[in-house]
């Protein structure tokens, strides 16, 4: 018996193919997109996809090349099943990463052997792709003009150090990126930003390489992907003087949103032109607090300066975050002295140490601890 | 109670034209996808769950839609998985006389067409291709076996068919591989 995630957008096909494989004593979840049957790979464990490549959002081929990207899902054997019957088809459904091919109409018989045989064979153990490999499949898109930019910048914010503001902003932009959108992490810090540590990557591109003038094409040149499927700009390997400007970071984040549902940014450690830029134009501003008083004061301080941003109250986030065991202000003591509720706690994790060394996110690897669960929900809140 | 209907027979076609291929399902009828396609009381086909691609990207889909209306005229091929979803024998074949075959080359404004032709007592290139009574009076005509050249791009893997329907307003010429004698 396996698990068995179905992808088609037919409605009387998916009835029809779960009754099949139900009789075979196979467990069937159905997806009726190709978004939706992404997300439902990703975030659960399949013994065998059956895909259609005709279908309205995303197509067979794009579908199946995503899954091969994705460190969960590159090793679960594709089945092809599509009225599509041109020897081109096959061979491209092949290229794209499937592992067998069926048309249809298919009959009992030809789909059971089919299963079988691939359940039984060999499952090789595929290589991610590299950085560049996927950027070629999945480029950011062309440039398109700045009214259609509409994803939504979270910056974060923590201008005291040490109080895990990267973790944070991390893990959020994977757990909207495990809810199925398409997210980009923006390491602003003109300082040696870590993102590139909890994310195990060689520092690629960066926005340092920007030129004055910002395009899709300069932006696509400075986007890299990770494994997990999460977009990333990272922040240059040394420190550099000043940072990028204000109208390069906007120039860079209008074409960002006009690529991606989610823009998170992993603010400066002070208040610079790219981080105000930034917060300029944030749908959320996640200030991050820690539980000891100097955090808590500079928290303060934040909050009263975020107006003369143009940032309001509406639009601001507090995550009480718990870098260490213990805390030396109790969550009633830092509320009061923000005078606002706290949104999110996030307790401490012993697992974050070793998510770093990997390199790989909570949220991708661990699921249900404390941490995870908290991130999940406040990402949920957005 | 339960209402009986009519049996719908649905059908997924590769339409090619000039410049793009269009897989998608098609509801002929009772008069089948020849029929229908020589059916002159309508110059459309409604056609349903169409992918578009470009011949030179014949696998990449650049366009979906719930529902089209195809121009006959200007449908050049119509590529289908066996012969059977020609439509019924009945409305496809002479009554009688004996059923000879041979394979013919034929080309078109854009693609080289290798197949298999069926005939009564001899090949009748004038019956094929411009004239003929009946049946084989209509715009479009069939071809069985088939496998389908995209002259400008050569190197792309050809397209093949148990059944092609072609549209003769599009060839441009025929050769007859070998003399049809059974």
């Known amino acids: 018996m396996a698990n068995i995630l179905l992808i088609d957008d037919d409605a009387d096909f998916r009835s029809m193919l779960k009754l099949m494989l139900t009789r075979m004593n196979h467990t069937v979840s159905l997806a009726a997109r190709g978004e939706d049957g992404f997300t439902q790979a990703t975030n659960n464990k399949f013994d065998l996809i059956i895909l259609d490549l005709m279908m309205p959002d995303v197509d067979g081929y794009e579908l199946t090349r995503r899954l091969r990207a994705e460190a969960a899902t590159r090793n679960v054997p594709i089945l092809v099943v599509t009225a599509r019957t041109q020897p081109a088809d096959r061979e491209s459904a092949k290229e794209a990463g499937a592992d067998a091919y069926l048309t249809k109409p298919v009959n009992n018989r030809e789909l059971a052997g089919r299963i079988t045989e691939i359940l039984a064979g060999p499952r090789p153990e595929r290589p991610l792709p590299t950085n560049s490999a996927i950027k070629a499949a999945t480029p950011i898109s062309a440039p398109v003009a700045a009214a259609t930019a509409t994803g939504r910048v979270i910056v974060f914010l923590g201008l005291r150090g040490g109080m895990g503001k990267t973790t944070l902003a991390v893990n959020l932009a994977g757990a909207l990126h495990r809810s199925g959108r398409r997210v980009c992490l923006l390491d602003l810090s003109p300082s040696v930003g870590h993102v590139t540590i909890h994310l195990r990557t060689r520092t690629p591109a960066t926005w340092a390489e920007l030129p004055a003038n910002v395009d899709s094409r300069a932006v696509a040149q400075v986007v890299t992907r990770h494994d997990t499927g999460l977009f990333l700009i990272a922040a240059p390997a040394k420190p550099v003087r000043g940072g990028l400007s204000v109208e390069g970071t906007q120039a860079l984040l209008t074409q960002l949103r006009s690529s991606f549902a989610d823009i998170v940014v992993d603010g400066g450690p002070a208040l610079d032109d790219a981080t105000c830029a930034a917060l300029s134009v944030c749908r959320y501003a996640v200030l991050v607090v820690s539980p000891e008083i100097g955090s808590v004061q500079t928290a303060i301080a934040t909050l009263r300066t975020l107006p003369s941003l143009s940032v309001f109250d509406e639009q601001v986030k507090v995550i009480l975050n718990y870098p260490n065991h213990e805390g030396q202000v109790s969550r009633a003591a830092v509320e009061k002295a923000l005078g606002r509720a706290v949104d999110a706690i996030t307790p401490f994790d012993a697992g974050q140490a070793s998510a770093v060394a990997q390199g790989v996110p909570l949220v991708f690897g661990q699921a249900n601890t404390p941490l995870v669960n908290a991130i999940m929900e406040f990402a949920a809140t957005l | ?182």
């Open chain 2, 1 to 182: 109670m339960t209402e009986r209907g009519p049996t719908r027979t649905v059908l997924h076609v590769d339409f090619l034209t000039d410049t793009h291929r269009i897989t998608c399902q098609v509801e002929p009828g009772p008069i089948g996808i020849v029929g229908t396609l020589n059916d002159t009381t309508s110059s459309l086909l409604l056609a349903r769950n169409a992918y578009f691609s470009r011949l030179q990207q014949p696998t990449k889909i650049v366009a979906n839609f719930e529902e089209i209306h195809l121009v006959k005229a200007h449908l050049a091929l119509a590529l289908l998985n066996r012969r059977e979803d020609l439509g019924p024998q009945s409305y496809l074949r002479p009554s009688v006389g004996r059923i000879l075959s041979a394979p013919v080359y034929l080309t078109t404004t854009m693609f080289e067409i290798r197949g298999t032709t069926e005939f009564t007592s001899r090949i009748d290139p004038d019956s094929l291709l411009i004239g003929g009574v009946g049946l084989n009076a209509a715009r479009y005509t069939m071809l069985y076996n088939v496998t389908v050249i995209v002259t400008a791009y050569p190197d792309l893997p050809p397209f093949s068919a148990g059944a092609l329907v072609f549209n003769r307003d599009f060839v441009t010429g025929m050769g007859v591989l070998t003399k049809g004698k059974a």
